[in-house]
């Protein structure tokens, strides 16, 4: 008999309100919930395709342990036993820094895993956690850090007559800018009632199909398109001046930094028209409400913590952050309420604290430890090098940048554990694969999408919403699957460990439940958890009467919009080479590679989901008609495609909405290095391409993983059949 269920997807990132049918004790069907107040009945291809993922015969059922070069199946309590002891040996012999965490994508949806990552880390002693956060947008918790956060936050998307999008296209990404709760919905209501989008993009996404505005640009030079756009704004008096005089500090070193970048200069640099870029800055100061953000593109290309920067540099010159008495759009429900003022807050530290890497200088910043360092901490001899690596939620072999040195660090771990679904890239190469319960096979709630306000900006709930889930369904029969908080819990229990979430140590003899668990980490929160259950739909726990505060008497905090090291860096940007080509010096490049999302897939996770992959189950490399055609190739041709680093193989795909000498790609496709002919089946790695030693971010250590140099060169047509 036929049970509908509400439920939270997890498939991404953005915990769509979805129906679930069960039959028999299966899952048979997913649709939108129609009577979600925040999803409006949306749902992706994707998410319709959780039965597919939840029984997909690729999934992992049991434990493996690799024995002689292959994978055998173990109890899950053999693994952890086997795992607590060779750790307790390796910390014993090398210190607690010798074991690394790395959380995926993946561990973002199950917040309790996430959190006994952490408090097992912290038990240990060792500090060495790192997130694929720190490989994504970086730029944006460091841009915060300099230019300072307004404590009552930025105008909400639903009340703007403008919005800037920079590389961000959150129709398919559900991220960048417009709320990524249906985004396709809200961005409809809003050009309806007139509000003028501008999208800074080299491609002609979906969002920017919709745009007032579409400036098609050179990759990697939103630097210099904001630092243009804030050129226009200062010089035309389009600023607001009340605001900048009263809140805000580094005007003057603001404008001389940014005068070089004329209307003229950065339409030659960016290769965008300069009457357009003039009537973007104006249309977009001459509003009266609205933001400018940025999305992962910009974050992966060259000075992402600058572009970052300068975005809340354009937002601050125009005002656009929430003033006293205004409705706060969000005070949180399952977090501590937030009563926002009218004021800047205290500037955290960036960077230059906590663990210091032995790489490159880098060390703790805002961003978080950089993943792009991991492979050199497990690969360099010595001190403190890293022999142990738990993978949670991840897959580093797609994800990391420098891809072959990601593959040799994976092979010289002592102990390399991953928590995944799949026989992954990294999972083969794992000493212990571990598979996990999916999401209707768990409780849920949707708490982390509260604490991506703290993250960056115009980005979690626009309204105070909140859901939770019950599990609906057992795990397959006859399968030994645990949630990744009870490996945490089972590797403390056995090492003797004590283990401390939110501030309470955990009973480590009775395991605790996850809804327990969930109960802690939503303790003080402004709505109970219990509150929050008895809406199955989800529900806004709204309260008009919580507006923003005044400004303390004594505050004397302002935002930064001439920080001393973006200044600097701006007159770096200026004194590099304008080229005419596709490098960023001399050496001739004919085409810049930028990543891209997919519909059907999330990073490397739905390549394995028939319905996800009907057209291709490979990353094509799409460019423009004319581009093929000028290099004499056809659509489906099996090219090389070359950067300053490394190579890889790209099957040519015809894009009309790609600017000419731009490649796009999806990241975190392909495998091992001995996979690579099997492009038609897994495609490729564009991380291999970036050189995690040269062109990184100095603080963040963010390399150019996108708007990368290359060349391409026709190879043999038969190469994926050898």
């Not at 997909?56 to 693994?79: C, D, F, M, Q, Y």
């Not at 399952?334 to 530290?349: D, M, N, T, V």
């Not at 460019?623 to 099957?651: E, Q, R, Y």
């Amino acid at each position: 008999m036929a049970e509908t269920h509400t439920a939270i997807c997890r498939f991404c990132h953005s915990f769509c309100g979805i129906k679930v049918t069960i039959e028999d004790g299966k899952v048979a069907k997913v649709i939108g919930d129609k009577d979600n107040p925040m999803y409006f009945g949306y749902s992706c291809v994707k998410g319709r395709q959780l039965p597919q993922q939840h029984y997909n015969p690729e999934r992992l059922l049991h434990p493996h342990k690799k024995v002689g070069g292959h994978h055998e199946t173990v109890t899950s309590g053999e693994a952890l036993d086997d795992i607590a002891a060779t750790l307790s040996d390796l910390i014993a012999r090398h210190g607690p820094r010798s074991v690394a965490l790395y959380t995926g994508t993946y561990a973002f949806p199950y917040p309790a895993s996430s959190a006994l990552a952490g408090a097992f880390m912290q038990a240990i002693g060792s500090r060495m956690k790192f997130s694929s956060g720190s490989i994504d947008q970086p730029g944006k918790p460091l841009a915060i850090a300099l230019h300072g956060r307004w404590n009552a936050g930025p105008q909400p998307f639903s009340e703007s007559d403008t919005w800037m999008l920079v590389g961000a296209n959150p129709v398919v990404s559900k991220w960048g800018g417009i709320p990524q709760y249906n985004p396709a919905k809200r961005l409809h209501e809003a050009l309806k009632r007139g509000m003028k989008l501008i999208v800074i993009d080299p491609r002609r996404t979906e969002a920017a199909e919709k745009a007032h505005i579409h400036l098609q640009c050179k990759p990697g030079e939103d630097p210099t398109i904001l630092a243009g756009i804030a050129n226009l704004i200062i010089e035309e008096g389009l600023f607001d001046r009340d605001f900048i005089e009263q809140e805000v500090d580094g005007f003057e070193a603001l404008r001389q930094a940014v005068a070089p970048f004329t209307p003229d200069y950065v339409a030659r640099r960016a290769d965008v028209p300069r009457d357009l870029l003039i009537e973007a800055a104006r249309t977009y100061a001459r509003s009266t409400r609205g933001m400018t953000t940025a999305g992962t593109g910009p974050n992966m290309a060259p000075r992402g913590t600058l572009t970052e920067y300068l975005v809340l540099v354009i937002n601050t010159l125009c005002g656009r952050w929430l003033r006293e008495g205004e409705k706060m759009p969000n005070p949180f429900v399952l977090i501590p309420e937030r009563r926002g003022k009218a004021q800047a807050e205290p500037k955290p530290q960036g960077w230059g604290y906590g663990e210091k890497l032995r790489v490159r200088d880098l060390g703790d910043n805002a961003g978080g430890l950089t993943a792009a360092a991991l492979a050199d901490e497990i690969l360099l001899e010595g001190e403190g090098q890293v022999k142990a690596l738990i993978s949670v939620g991840g897959n580093p072999m797609a994800a990391w940048p420098d891809q072959l040195k990601t593959y040799e660090a994976m092979k010289a771990l002592a102990l390399n554990v991953t928590l995944d679904i799949k026989m992954s890239a990294t999972a083969k190469l794992a000493d212990y694969v571990i598979p996990s319960k999916l999401g209707l096979e768990t409780p849920a709630m949707s708490q982390p999408n509260e604490f991506i306000w703290f993250y960056g900006f115009s980005t979690g709930y626009p309204e105070p919403y909140a859901m939770y889930q019950p599990k609906l369904i057992d795990p397959p029969a006859g399968s030994d699957l645990i949630e990744e908080w009870e490996f945490f819990y089972g590797l403390a229990q056995r090492m003797g460990l004590q283990l401390v979430l939110a501030g309470e140590p955990l009973d480590m003899v009775n395991k605790p439940t996850t809804d327990e668990l969930f109960e802690l980490l939503a303790k003080g929160s402004r709505i109970p958890l219990d509150e929050v259950k008895k809406y199955e739909h989800g529900h806004i726990f709204d309260d008009p009467s919580i507006t923003v505060l005044a400004k303390d008497a004594d505050c004397a905090e302002k935002l930064d919009i001439g920080n001393v090291h973006m200044m600097d860096e701006l007159r770096e940007v200026i004194a590099e080479p304008v080229t005419d080509h596709a490098g960023y010096t001399a050496m001739h490049f004919t085409h810049r590679l930028v990543s891209r999302r997919m519909h059907d897939v999330y990073n490397s996770s739905g390549r394995d989901i028939p319905a996800l992959v009907r057209n291709h189950s490979y990353n094509p490399a799409f460019m423009n008609p004319g581009d093929i055609a000028a290099l004499g190739l056809n659509a489906g041709d099996v090219v090389k495609i070359s950067s300053d680093h490394a190579s890889i193989l790209g099957i040519i795909e015809e894009a009309p909405d790609v600017k000419p000498g731009v490649i796009s790609m999806a990241h975190s496709f392909g495998d091992a290095p001995e996979f690579d002919n099997q492009v038609f089946f897994i495609g490729s790695n564009t991380g291999r391409l970036t050189n995690v030693e040269k062109d990184y971010d100095p603080r963040t250590g963010m390399p150019r993983m996108s708007a990368i140099p290359v060349n391409l060169t026709r190879v043999d047509q038969n190469i994926a059949a050898q």
